[in-house]
C-alpha cells in the first residue's frame, strides 16, 4: 500500500470511530499505533486532511482525561452487566484516582454516576430529596406580600421568555431588586 492511501485508511478509521462515539485516544497514539506520523498527517493528505479539533464527535484527552474516561467506561460497563464493583469512589481508588480529580472530571463532561443502567447506590446512602417550590412563592415571599387578585397589575418580563406580574401598589424599588436578583435584564415593564 502507498503511503497516501495509508495516510487516507488511518484518517478516515479515525473520523469514524469518533463520529460513532469510539473515539480510542488520542489522534497521536491512534497514528502511532498505525505506524503513521501525526506531523506527516497534513502534509501526505494536502486538502483531504481537516484539522482534529473539527472531527464530528472528536473529545481532546489529554493522558490523564484518557484515564478518567477508561475508568467511567469500565463503571458503566460493569453496571450495565450487573456485576458493579462497590460504589464508585472505591473503583477510582483501586485506580489510583481522588475524588476530587474524578469528581471534576465528571462535571466537566457532564457525567453522572448515579442513574447509570444497573447502578444502585451503597445501602444506607440516601440522596437529599428536594422539594419543588414554585418561583413565584419565593417572589412574594421575598418581596413581602402576596399578589393582589385586582386586574391592575405591573407586568414585568424577564429575559424576554419569563413574565412576572406585581400588583400595582407595589414599590417600584421592589421590582428592581427582583429584577437584579433574577440577575437577567428587564426588558419590559409596563401596566
Known amino acids: ?11 478516515s478509521a479515525f473520523k469514524e470511530l469518533c463520529a460513532s462515539g469510539k473515539q480510542p485516544g488520542s489522534f497521536s497514539d491512534y497514528c502511532r499505533e498505525h505506524g503513521v506520523s501525526q506531523c506527516q498527517m497534513p502534509i501526505v493528505l494536502k486538502g483531504e486532511f481537516q484539522q482534529v ?3 464530528t464527535g472528536y473529545r481532546r484527552l489529554t493522558g490523564k482525561g484518557l484515564l478518567y474516561s477508561q ?10 452487566e450487573g456485576k458493579q464493583p462497590g460504589t464508585f469512589q472505591s473503583f477510582c ?3 489510583g484516582v481522588t475524588r476530587k480529580q474524578i469528581h471534576n472530571y465528571l462535571n466537566s463532561h457532564k457525567l453522572k454516576v448515579v442513574g447509570l443502567p444497573g447502578y444502585s447506590e451503597p ?6 430529596q428536594y422539594q419543588e417550590v414554585p418561583f413565584e412563592d419565593i417572589i412574594f415571599d421575598e418581596a413581602g406580600f402576596l399578589p393582589s ?11 424576554g421568555h419569563v413574565t412576572v406580574s406585581f400588583p400595582s401598589d407595589t414599590d ?6 427582583f429584577a437584579d436578583r433574577t440577575r437577567k435584564e428587564a426588558g419590559y415593564v409596563g401596566a
Do not use: N, P
Open 172 to 177: 417600584i424599588d421592589v421590582i428592581a431588586k
Open 93 to 95: 481508588d483501586k485506580h
Open 1 to 11: 500500500m502507498d503511503k497516501v492511501k495509508l495516510y487516507r485508511q488511518v484518517f
Open 123 to 128: 445501602i444506607g446512602h440516601k440522596r437529599e
Open 53 to 55: 479539533q473539527t472531527i
Open 71 to 80: 475508568i467511567y467506561d469500565d463503571f458503566k460497563e460493569l453496571c450495565a
Open 149 to 159: 387578585t385586582l386586574d391592575r397589575v405591573i407586568t414585568v418580563k424577564v429575559d
